[in-house]
C-alpha cells in the first residue's frame, strides 16, 4: 500500500510501514489530495534546532540553540534546545513554517483525518494557531504528563539572593495538539467514517474512550540506547496514540518528522501502516536500523493496544507505565 507514495525517494520497507529519506515539504507536496488517514509527529518545535549547522554545534557541545544542561547524579544530561530565546524574528519564521506545512497537510488528509503533533510549553500556542491558519480545525490538546527537565530554577546568578523563587514553573507536562481536516460539508463523523474511514478516535479494546491526559514517562534507557536521537519519543505513549489515530484501524498514518522512528516502530507494533520522513540521512540510517527493534519491544500496560503481544494487557487501562508512576 505505501509504495505507491515513494516517488523517486530513497526508502526502506519495513513490516507493514515505509521510510522516506527526504524534505517532508518536498514530499508533501507530492502527495495526492485527500490520500492519508492521520499524521502524528514530534516535529523541530523551534524549526531551527534541527538544522544542519545547529546539530553540528550539537555535535561539537559549543551550543547553538541547544543548552548543554550541567551534570547531576553523576549522570551526564542530553543537550535540550533553548526554546525560550527565540526571538521575534525566529517566532514568525516559526509560524510562517507551521502555516505552510499545515497546508501541506490539509491537502494530503483525508476529510475527517487527525494530526496529532507533539509541542512543548513554551510554543504550543504558537503552533496551533498557525496550524489553525493553514485550514486545520483546532479540536483539543492532549496532555502528556512527564517530568521534562525544564524550569524550576532560582534566578540566574541571584540563586542565593532569591533562594525561595523559580524563575519559572518547573515543566511536568508535554502538550501535543488535536487537530482534523474539516469534514466536508454536510457530513457527519458516521458519513465520514463510511467514505474515508477518519473523522473520529478509536475507542481502545476495553471500550474507554481515548483520553487526553496521558500518564507518561521519559523514553526509558533500553529505548534509548536502540535509537540515540535527542527527541526520541517512548514507545507507551506512541503506541497508544498511533492506535487511536486511526478510527477504524484503517488506512495510513504518516510521521513527516520521523527522526528514529518511533511513531514508525509503534504502528508496527499495533498492527497498522505508516509511513515515516526524515530529511536527515543520519537520523534516517538510525531509524532503518532502529523501527523493527523498537517494534518488538514488550510495552507494560499499553491499554487498549493492539498487537503482537500487548492484547492480553488491555483491561489495564488505568495503570500507568512502572517508570512513570515512581
Ligand atoms: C523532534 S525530531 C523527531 C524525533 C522523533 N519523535 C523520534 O522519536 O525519533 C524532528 C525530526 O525532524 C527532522 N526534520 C526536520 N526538518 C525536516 C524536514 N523538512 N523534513 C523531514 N524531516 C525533517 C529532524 O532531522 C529530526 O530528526
Given at each position: 500500500m505505501t509504495d505507491r507514495f515513494t516517488f523517486d525517494f530513497p526508502n526502506a520497507e519495513i513490516g507493514a510501514s515505509r521510510l522516506i529519506h527526504a524534505d517532508c515539504f518536498e514530499w508533501l507536496r507530492r502527495i495526492p489530495t485527500d490520500t492519508i488517514h492521520a499524521v502524528v509527529t514530534d516535529p523541530p518545535y523551534g524549526v531551527k534546532e534541527y538544522d544542519s549547522d545547529q546539530l553540528e554545534k550539537r555535535a561539537n557541545g559549543t551550543g547553538g540553540i541547544w543548552r548543554i544542561p550541567p551534570s547531576f547524579d553523576g549522570s551526564n544530561r542530553q543537550p535540550l534546545p533553548r526554546?525560550?530565546?527565540?526571538d521575534a524574528a525566529e517566532r514568525s519564521r516559526l509560524r510562517a513554517f507551521f502555516v505552510e506545512w499545515g497546508s501541506l497537510v490539509v491537502n494530503a488528509l483525508r476529510p475527517g483525518g487527525h494530526v496529532f503533533i507533539a509541542t512543548n510549553a513554551f510554543v504550543s500556542q504558537l503552533v496551533f494557531g498557525a496550524l489553525v491558519e493553514s485550514g486545520l480545525e483546532f479540536r483539543g490538546e492532549l496532555i502528556r504528563?512527564?517530568?521534562?527537565?525544564r524550569g524550576g530554577d532560582r534566578p540566574k546568578n541571584a540563586e542565593t539572593e532569591f533562594?525561595?523563587?523559580?524563575s519559572m514553573a518547573k515543566g511536568c507536562y508535554e502538550p501535543w495538539g488535536i487537530l482534523r481536516k474539516p469534514l466536508?460539508?454536510?457530513?457527519?463523523v458516521s458519513d465520514c467514517l463510511r467514505e474515508f474511514q477518519t473523522g473520529g478516535l478509536r475507542r481502545y479494546l476495553n471500550d474507554k474512550p481515548f483520553e487526553d491526559v496521558i500518564l507518561s514517562e521519559r523514553t526509558p534507557r533500553l529505548e534509548r540506547d536502540i535509537a540515540n536521537h535527542p527527541s526520541l519519543k517512548p514507545q507507551s505513549l506512541m503506541r497508544r496514540l498511533v492506535y487511536a489515530a486511526l478510527p477504524l484501524g484503517q488506512g495510513i498514518i504518516v510521521?513527516?518528522?520521523?527522526?528514529?522512528g518511533s511513531t514508525i516502530a509503534a504502528a508496527n507494533a499495533v498492527g497498522v501502516s505508516a509511513m515515516g520522513v526524515e530529511r536527515d540521512e543520519t537520523f534516517y540510517e538510525l531509524a532503518r536500523n532502529a523501527v523493527a527493534r523498537l517494534a518488538s519491544l514488550q510495552i507494560p500496560h499499553t491499554d487498549g493496544i493492539v498487537g503482537a503481544h500487548a492484547r492480553e494487557l488491555?483491561?489495564?487501562?488505568?495503570?500507568?507505565p512502572e517508570s512513570a508512576a515512581r
Open positions: 526554546f525560550t530565546a527565540l504528563l512527564v517530568r521534562t527537565l533562594s525561595t523563587v523559580c466536508r460539508q454536510g457530513m457527519r510521521d513527516p518528522f520521523m527522526g528514529a488491555l483491561f489495564h487501562a488505568s495503570a500507568a
